[in-house]
């Protein structure tokens, strides 16, 4: 196919998926409730739904997916094998975290430091045959006070995140310098300054997105191991594909004092297979293998619904958005169905949220509950010590 021909199809591509933006948000909202569009509430609601739909005409735009559709064939092997292991078969301990590199930076009034290290997540045989599994550098941004102990904050970002820019959108120097913690931001495979780096995640191999998402739990286990003997609390949280690695965490660390998911997902593959659909039927071999019952049982080890959070119902936050238009809201309602806990419901979307002045206030309560908790919890002779 020639240049001329593939830009052609590009521009086309680019033409539709921006002609649909406007449909789609009014279609979204008009499908929920709670949405007055004669009103500035409403117009900051179509606003943020129309995000959510730019991002998502984005990632269909500029994702790039395997050459050829995977046969299922492929998967039974690993989901027979992931499956009889379960989440805590399948997910083995972390080996030590041993710093290779750390750098000072600065971004704005903020310095933070960034640390990489070498990890190999040891992940199934079936995974390790198919060639996802093996060491890659990990890499953390970190915010820390030069004294200690303090409370530690996990902060996993969702996908096409992991720059520095994180540290500004989540608001990580109010919570470093006005709440006093130290913050891990643990960068996912795949993103940030590991994007052109091995192993690409996610995209439309299932086997390619379940050994990511262990490869990311992994990594964040052991740098919640790392920061453990520095901290007198420890909170896991995570913001759209992150919250199943938070999840995760929160299960198989049962250190863990606190763990807080926002606008969450609950299967990979099944929530990329149903933004196929956008594409119509030329996408339809992808779609039906995400959704398949073998793509499922693989999926069943990185499942939050299967998890058991080490951390009280209290210490367990959800934040949904009311018109989140790509995780939808099915995901924190079964959640919260199933772990209980605090249960807060943003009113608009998916994206939006993240500028939400009451989410932050929503999240400051919170991490300043645990903390204070965490200390009336402790011995008043280990507190000075």
């Known amino acids: 196919m020639s240049l001329a021909t593939r830009s052609l199809g590009l521009t086309r591509d680019v033409v539709r998926e921006l002609g ?19 009103t ?16 998502l005409s984005g990632f269909s735009l500029l994702g790039a997916g395997p050459v050829a559709v995977r046969p299922l064939s492929d998967c039974a092997p690993a989901a027979e094998e992931l499956s009889a292991l379960g989440i805590d078969g399948a997910h ?16 704005g009034r903020l310095a ?30 970190l915010c820390r006070h030069t004294d200690g102990p303090r409370p530690w904050l996990i902060w996993v ?12 959108l989540s608001r990580i120097g109010h919570i470093h310098h006005a709440l006093g913690f130290n913050v891990a931001m643990p960068v996912q495979p795949g993103h940030g300054c590991r994007r052109r780096e091995w192993p690409a995640y996610p ?47 929160s299960h198989l660390e049962r250190q863990i004092d606190a763990v807080a998911l926002y606008t969450p997902i609950l299967g990979l593959n099944a929530m990329i297979a149903r933004h196929l659909g956008r594409w119509g039927s030329s996408r339809d071999g992808f779609r039906e293998l995400l959704q398949s019952s073998e793509v499922s049982r693989l999926t069943s080890v990185i499942d939050p619904l299967a998890v058991d959070p080490a951390p009280p119902p209290e210490r367990r936050l959800i934040v949904g958005a009311w018109h989140d238009r790509m995780a939808m809201r099915e995901p924190a309602i079964a959640l919260q169905e199933r772990w209980g ?45």
């Open 20 to 38: 649909m933006v406007v449909p789609r948000t009014v279609a979204g909202l008009n499908e929920s409730t709670g949405w007055a569009p004669a």
């Open 40 to 55: 500035p509430r409403g117009v900051r609601q179509f606003g943020e739904v129309m995000l959510d739909e730019l991002v």
């Open 92 to 107: 083995r301990e972390p080996e030590p975290l041993r710093v290779q590199a750390l750098q000072r930076r600065r971004i």
């Open 112 to 141: 933070y430091e960034r640390m990489t290290f070498e990890h190999d997540p040891r992940l199934p045989a079936t995974l390790e045959a198919d060639g996802v599994g093996g060491p890659s550098r990990a890499v953390v941004h």
């Open 157 to 168: 970002h969702g996908a096409g995140q992991g720059g520095t820019e994180d540290l500004v």
């Open 203 to 249: 995209d439309m191999d299932p086997l390619g997105n379940v050994a990511g998402m262990m490869r990311a739990v992994s990594e964040v286990r052991a740098v919640v191991r790392w920061v453990e003997p520095q901290a007198n609390t420890v909170v896991v949280a995570g913001i759209s594909m992150g919250t199943p690695v938070a999840a995760l965490v």
């Open 341 to 385: 806990g605090q249960l807060y419901w943003y009113d608009g979307s998916h994206v939006g949220h993240i500028f939400s002045r009451r989410v932050q206030r929503v999240t400051e309560r919170f991490l300043t509950e645990v903390a204070v908790a965490r200390i009336d919890d402790t011995d008043p002779t280990e507190a000075f010590e």
